[in-house]
């Protein structure tokens, strides 16, 4: 039975209001706090788009780590709580779930020297023996009925710029918690409502 996203209500994500843009060093350590108490976390990463043929990347320009109640984004920067990213990322006993978190890895290791432990990446377990990974638009679908909306329009944005907008804050934000949410249902009910 394959699910038509069209067809089922929206999913509405994180509120604005429990995200949370990591700036100062009293945020950092907050920030700190709250994930690191954390069994589990949401993790993503954001980079702005290369168009032209053969050109690097220099992302990650995002960092969005999440708690079953809140977003942490980090841009980064000169001023960035990298040790705030590394510690909970490298954090053994705090498991980091997320879609297709390949490049994420390789790039926080290339940029940031972050070595990602004890990663789930929900884009392979969830494929349960089908070929194409699975994307948070279908685990919305299948383990909430709900359609995860995904604007090609914020995806290709600039995650670089020094002051992001609200659509992108809250598209990075849901792009984390919602892979936490996922990663809960599946520990709970490997085999979701509908069929993968």
Known sequence: MEIVAEALPPYHGISLANVRLVRTDEEAAAALAALMAADAIGFDTESKPTFI???ASTGPHLVQLATDTHAYLFQIGPKTAVHVIKAVLEAPGIVKAGFGLGDDVKRLRAKL???TVNVVDLANVLRNGQRNPVGAKT?????FGKA???SKKITTTNWSLPRLSESQILYAADDAHVAL???RLWRENPVPAFPL
């Not at 685990?139 to 383990?143: L, P, S």
């Open 148 to 150: 995860l909306q995904k």
């Open 181 to 183: 949410r996922v990663y």
């Open 139 to 143: 685990a919305v679908a299948r383990y």
């Open 113 to 115: 020297g972050v070595d």
């Open 53 to 55: 043929k053969g050109e």
